[in-house]
């Protein structure tokens, strides 16, 4: 770790010690103001909950726990240690052959061998590009004859993604950040939806965890929701169960594990930085990025430059100018030393670098109390 970074963590830590506090109140406090408060009594409920039964058959996973795909950070050996220690680790096939340089089934092949016969699922991304969905088309088709059960879609309308799932015997859960977006997707055929908050890492959602759910409740759409942001403790976890959400995806906890490729540079930085160390670029894909205030992202600025601006406000260039921001970002974030590290609100309840089953084993231990 670089001096100027230590100093710039360590004359940001009050504030983030005074937010860590503040963290995971929005989770934790729709019911229970503290862990303890996640009693017994609510315990019993996820059990008998609908929402989390359906989600661990859906997923065949023994904890209502994903593990979001990530780029980078998705290595088959996160996502196989995810699944073997009883959550449900995801793919991301950019991650897999661009980053990680696997062939696409021979990759699954090693999940697959990795997690002990236990299910994995893939991410799908549907975007309006010829090219790109004929790939798309070849990663179904290998995950599915990989025996893939579990699909997450992103963007797009998953329509005939959920149809050829289905004819497979398999879920496709999908990625929204509306109410408005959750019931289309849910007309779509989709068995569960992800609803995407405004502390998740990565590319974020613009609304609280609590309201976004009610918003979405009120449709009673019949699938399970799942609370994607924010969560990293297993506090959070209880508090979005007891809330209503049938479980949990997270991916800024998992970044900081041992089996995690990520370089120990990001992992020392998610464990050094709080909430208020989390500041928000449009610069990494043309939409609102979670990233750690690193000197690299100070001296760079959190904005694109004012030609870039206008144009990813015009109809006309605002894809093309996400698809090349998004593209040199790819690039960027194969070199994780690089100090453009993405993280979600919830860094501030991480405090070490440990094995993947530590943190699931803990969630798990959480729900049984
Ligand atoms: C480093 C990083 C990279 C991510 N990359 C992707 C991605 O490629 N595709 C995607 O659908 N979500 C991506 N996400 C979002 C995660 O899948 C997950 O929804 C999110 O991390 C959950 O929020 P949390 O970070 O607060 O736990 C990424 C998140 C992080 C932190």
Redesign the pocket.
């Known amino acids: 770790m670089s001096f100027a970074k230590t100093r710039l963590w360590q004359d940001m830590r009050p504030a983030s010690s005074a937010s860590r506090a503040a963290v995971s109140t929005a989770l934790r406090s729709a019911t229970a103001s503290s862990a303890a408060a996640c009693s017994a009594r609510s315990t019993r409920r996820w059990a008998s909950s609908a929402a989390t039964a359906r989600l661990l058959k859906d997923a065949g996973c023994r904890v209502p726990l994903l593990c979001?795909?990530?780029?980078?950070?998705s290595n088959p050996e996160l996502v196989a240690a995810v699944s073997r220690a009883g959550a449900l680790g995801i793919v991301?096939p950019?991650?897999l052959t661009h980053l990680y340089g696997y062939d696409f089934r021979e990759g699954l092949r090693k999940v697959k061998a990795e997690a002990d016969g236990r299910p994995f699922g893939v991410?799908i991304?549907i975007v309006p590009d010829k090219r790109y969905m004929k790939r798309v088309d070849e990663w179904m088709r290998v995950a599915l004859e990989e025996g893939v059960k579990f699909f997450l879609t992103?963007l797009g309308k998953p329509d005939a993604l959920v149809k050829l799932a289905h004819d497979h015997g398999a879920k496709v859960y999908h990625?929204v950040h509306t109410a408005e977006l959750a019931r289309r997707a849910a007309g779509a055929g989709a068995d569960g939806v992800n609803l995407?908050n405004d502390?998740?890492?990565?590319?974020t959602g613009a609304t609280d965890p609590f309201a976004l759910l009610d918003e979405v409740a009120k449709l009673d759409l019949g699938v399970p929701l799942v609370c994607?942001?924010?969560?990293?403790d297993a506090a959070a976890f209880a508090a979005a169960l007891d809330r209503g959400y049938g479980g949990c995806?997270?991916?800024?906890?998992f970044?900081a594990t041992d089996e995690c490729a990520v370089s120990d540079a990001y992992k020392a930085a998610i464990v050094a930085s709080g909430e208020a160390d989390i500041v928000y670029t449009n610069k990494l894909a043309g939409t609102k990025s979670s990233v750690i205030r690193t000197p690299t992202i100070e001296a760079g600025g959190l904005n694109v430059n004012p030609l870039f601006g206008f144009l990813l406000k015009q109809p006309m260039t605002k894809n093309l100018m996400r698809v090349f921001l998004l593209q040199r970002s790819l690039a960027n974030y194969k070199d994780t030393t690089l100090e453009i590290w993405?993280?979600?609100?919830?860094v501030g309840a991480i405090d070490r670098v440990e094995p993947v089953a530590a943190v699931v084993d803990r969630f798990a231990a959480q729900l049984a109390r």
């Open positions: 979001g795909p990530m780029y980078p950070g991301q950019l991650s991410n991304t992103s990625d995407l502390r998740m890492g990565g590319q994607s942001g924010g969560v990293a995806m997270m991916g800024t906890r970044l993405q993280a979600g609100k919830g």
